[in-house]
């Protein structure tokens, strides 16, 4: 089982920008589809972006669809993802995780390993 550890979650500025990563151990990394999710306070985890082991399929919600990008080094075992345009409602605890692969739209039962997660928090 691939081990996933999430770095880059700080306190940033409404309107700012973030990257987090996403280091993966111990698995073949290049064999896995990989999501980022998010849990905020008192609401359920949810998708905020999903990439293909071979990073050429992407899936965004239409909550972020437009300000975040997910993106994939197979080289590096890492994922990445970009976040701008940052809002208060984008503070959560932001998860890595890895499965197999989706259907139509990824959920989070098509994953299997998850990170600790790294906190955001959007503030003005």
């Known amino acids: 089982q691939v081990h996933l550890l999430e770095s880059g979650g700080r306190l940033v500025e409404v309107g700012g920008s973030l990257n987090l990563s996403c280091a993966a151990s111990g698995g073949s990394f290049n064999k896995y589809a990989m999501g980022w999710f998010r849990q905020a306070p008192g609401k359920e985890r949810e998708l905020v972006a999903a990439?293909?082991?071979?990073?050429?399929?992407?899936y965004y919600p239409d909550s972020v669809n437009g300000r975040v990008t997910i993106s994939r080094d197979n080289a590096e075992n890492t994922v990445f993802l970009q976040m701008n345009t940052l809002k208060p409602e984008d503070t959560a605890v932001y998860y890595c995780?890895?499965?197999?692969?989706?259907?139509?739209?990824?959920?989070?039962?098509?994953?299997?390993?998850w990170g600790q997660g790294t906190q955001v928090t959007v503030a003005s």
């Open positions: 995780a890895a499965g197999s692969g989706w259907g139509a739209v990824p959920e989070e039962a098509d994953f299997t390993s």
């Open positions: 990439i293909s082991w071979s990073g050429r399929s992407q």
